[in-house]
C-alpha cells in the first residue's frame, strides 16, 4: 500500500513538472505575444512616430520648377503641420531668412534674384531647438527681357582653308590663330589674315578631338573635345608648356580679363583661373523663353560673352554677370559656299585694337568680317 502510494505521488510529480515546462516553452517562443514581438512592436511604433513628428510644415508655393524672371519677387507660402521654434529659407545657396514667429510665410525680395538658371530653394523647419525638417524645390529664373535680334552687314572677306573643321578662332596682336578638330586631323594654326598662309601649324596627337582655343598673356590654351585634357603653349614657337583636366566635355574658349571662360556643350558657362585652371564660379545661360544649349565657340566682346550655337546659324550676346541673352546675331545665309549639314557657322574672333570681328564655319572657304545691325 504505501509503495502504490509512492509510486501515485511520483506520477503526478513528473505530470506536473512537464506541465510547466510546455507552458515556459511557449511563454519564450516567438508566437504572438512573445517578448521578442513586443520589442519589434516597439521599434516600428518608435519609428512611425519619428516619421510623423518630421512632417513639421509642408511648403505650399511655389511649386518644383516654378518660373521666375530676374527682379521677380519670391513668395513663400508655409504651412506649419506641428508646432514648430523656427524656420531658415536659403535660396540659391544663400540664407535669405531665419523666421522665429508665424505667419512662417516669406516673399524673397527681387533684388537677390540676380541670374538666370535653375535654382535651388531650402525650407528647414526647427522643433526642440534640434528635430528638423528639410524641405528643397527647384525653380527655373528667366531672363528680364526679350533678346534682341540682330543681323549683320559683310565689310570684308577673307580665304579660309575649307579643310579645317574650325573649333577656336582667335585674333591677337595682327596675327590670327586656329583650332581644328577631328581625329587624325586636329591642329593648332597660326595664319596671316590677309591670305589665309599657314605660318605654322601643329598637329594633336591622332585620337584626340581638337576644341575651342585662347590666348592668355603670352601662352594659348587649347581644349579637347571628350579626352578631358587640354595643351597650353607657347604663343610664339607652339612649344608645349604645360596639360591641363577638366572634368566636362571641352567645347569653346575664350579670355575675359583676368579668367578664362569654357563651355562644355550645354547652357552652363564656367569661370577659370587660368594657373590652376580651375573653376572659380559659372553661369547658366537663359533667354526669356527658354534655357540656351549647345554653346560653342566663345568670344569676349565689349562686356559680353558671344557664344556660336551648335548646327544654328546664331551668336548669342550673353551677360556675364546674370547669365541672360541680351541679342541673338542672325547670321543666315552668309555663307552659301557649303553643301553639307557639318559646315556650320563656327568661329569668332575680335581685334580689339581695330575693332574688327571676324567669323567663319567649319570647312568654309571664307572668313568674313562683319559689323552688326539692329
Not at 560673352?305 to 541672360?324: C, F, M, T, Y
Request: proline share 2%; aromatic share 10%.
Amino acid at each position: 500500500m504505501i509503495t502504490g502510494m509512492k509510486t501515485d505521488y511520483q506520477r503526478y510529480f513528473i505530470l506536473f513538472t512537464v506541465t510547466m515546462l510546455i507552458a515556459w516553452t511557449i511563454s519564450c517562443s516567438g508566437k504572438s505575444g512573445s517578448a521578442e514581438e513586443k520589442k519589434t512592436e516597439n521599434k516600428v511604433a518608435s519609428a512611425n512616430d519619428t516619421e510623423v513628428e518630421a512632417r513639421l510644415v509642408t511648403l505650399v508655393s511655389p511649386e518644383e520648377n516654378a518660373g521666375f524672371s530676374i527682379g521677380d519677387d519670391i513668395a513663400l507660402v508655409i504651412k506649419e503641420l506641428r508646432e514648430i521654434d523656427s524656420i531658415k529659407i536659403w535660396f540659391d545657396g544663400q540664407l535669405a531668412a531665419t523666421l522665429h514667429n508665424q505667419p512662417w510665410d516669406y516673399t524673397i525680395t527681387g533684388k537677390v534674384v540676380k541670374r538666370t538658371g535653375r535654382k535651388a530653394l531650402k525650407v528647414v523647419a526647427y522643433r526642440n531647438n534640434s528635430k528638423s525638417q528639410t524641405i528643397t524645390r527647384f525653380m527655373v529664373v528667366y531672363s528680364d527681357t526679350s533678346p534682341k535680334r540682330n543681323g549683320y552687314k559683310v565689310v570684308r572677306t577673307f580665304p579660309h582653308d575649307d579643310g579645317a573643321f574650325t573649333q577656336g578662332l582667335v585674333y591677337d596682336q595682327g596675327v590670327l590663330y586656329e583650332g581644328t578638330g577631328q581625329e587624325t586631323r586636329s591642329s593648332l594654326r597660326k595664319i596671316k589674315l590677309e591670305t589665309g598662309e599657314v605660318i605654322s601649324q601643329l598637329n594633336l596627337e591622332s585620337d584626340l578631338f581638337g576644341e575651342g582655343i585662347t590666348v592668355y598673356g603670352d601662352r594659348i590654351f587649347q581644349l579637347t573635345w571628350q579626352s578631358k585634357i587640354g595643351f597650353v603653349y607657347d604663343k610664339s614657337t607652339f612649344r608645349l608648356v604645360n596639360r591641363i583636366y577638366y572634368q566636362t566635355e571641352g567645347w569653346g574658349l575664350t579670355t575675359m580679363n583676368d579668367k578664362l571662360v569654357m563651355s562644355d556643350g550645354t547652357n552652363i558657362l564656367y569661370f577659370i583661373e587660368p594657373e590652376s585652371f580651375r573653376v572659380i564660379s559659372s553661369i547658366e545661360v537663359y533667354d526669356n523663353k527658354v534655357k540656351v544649349d549647345s554653346l560653342n565657340e566663345l568670344e569676349f566682346i565689349n562686356g559680353e560673352i558671344w557664344a556660336n550655337i551648335w548646327q544654328e546659324d546664331l551668336i548669342a550676346r550673353i551677360d556675364p554677370e546674370s547669365g541672360k541673352v541680351i541679342a541673338y546675331i542672325d547670321l543666315k545665309g552668309l555663307c552659301k559656299e557649303t553643301d553639307t549639314a557639318v559646315n556650320v557657322l563656327n568661329g569668332i574672333a575680335y581685334d580689339s585694337a581695330g575693332g574688327r570681328i571676324f567669323v567663319t564655319g567649319k570647312n568654309w572657304p571664307r572668313l568674313y568680317q562683319i559689323t552688326v545691325t539692329e
